[in-house]
């Protein structure tokens, strides 16, 4: 997992949710987009899926 820059945090904290497309199996294709909540804490981003443990 990569850090994330400072600049980047502030882009993507103020949005509501996010929609993430996650590569499918031959790493190349992106597959449907998956929406998630994103928050810091203790200067550390963390996203949670909507849907819990049944997201991809």
Request: with cysteine; charged share 25%.
């Amino acid at each position: 997992m990569r850090n994330w820059t400072e600049g980047e945090v502030r882009r993507i904290v103020p949005a509501d949710d996010l929609h993430v497309a996650p590569l499918r199996d031959d790493g190349f294709t992106h597959g449907m987009p998956n929406r998630i909540w994103a928050v810091v804490l203790d200067g550390n981003l963390y996203a949670h899926a909507c849907n819990g443990t049944a997201s991809r």
